[in-house]
């Protein structure tokens, strides 16, 4: 099994890279974009027997600072 | 007194860490992050500045799971004193001994300059040497020292007057111009300035010596 972890600043708390982010894609031309986020997606290769519960302990623990940031888990 | 300074791969001012703490009269001890244990008789950590682990993940993220930060929280659990400067403050909000995160800088620039500071509390060892309200030169090197924390928690932290050092003009965002905090009992500081880097006339100021003068002096008497 595989799993995709996306890892994102949770709403509320300022995004200063998504910030400049957007500012450059209107210094571009690009119009109409109100707000950018950026953030993280890591890509687990899982050994047999190894649980969405498994990896959601690894968020918690390692891969998402629960205090600023939400995650959420794909696996295929 | 005695103090351990925490080398990761990365820290870069771990000596001066050490120059500081021995300059006040403390035996100083380097312990590698490997390690799964304190030297005996320590009375103070110091978790030095730098990038440990390159800053891979979140800044402090693989350090504060490293062995070491183990014996480092149950040292801090059984009220030992810790010192996290900078790379430090970050590795022990990450390994929860103080609240909060340090994110980019608002203005998303890395930072270096000596920035004006207010000392916020005088109730802790290691700002009983300043006055309440004195302003203090002190040097910032980051680029991730932007201090937040839930409304509830920067209310709990003036409340409780745990919020040692504060910006004068916060320069990357930090909420309510946050520099350094202390734990709820008093002993666990972290800061973004360096102290180590104010700390000898050659140094330009010596207006971080205060920090490890009254901090040497209490730990001495105790």
New interface residues.
Partial sequence: MKARVHVM?KDG??D??GE?VRHALGGLGFGGVEKVRQGKVIELDLADGTTEDNVREMCE???A?T??ESYSIETF | MRAAVIVFPGSNCDRDLAVAFRAAGCEVEMVWHKDTALPKGIDIVGIPGGFSFGDYLRCGAIAANSPICTEVKAHAERGGFVLGICNGFQILTETGLLPGALLRNAGLKYICRTVPLVVGTTDSVYTAGYAAGQQIAVPIAHHDGNYTASEDVVARLADEDRIAFRYDDTPNGSVADIAGILSENRRVLGMMPHPERAADARHGGTDGAALFASLANALATA
Avoid: E, F, G, R
Wanted: hydrophobic share 65%.
């Fill in positions: 600043l708390v300022l200063p890279q400049a623990k390692l891969l600072n205090v600023v």
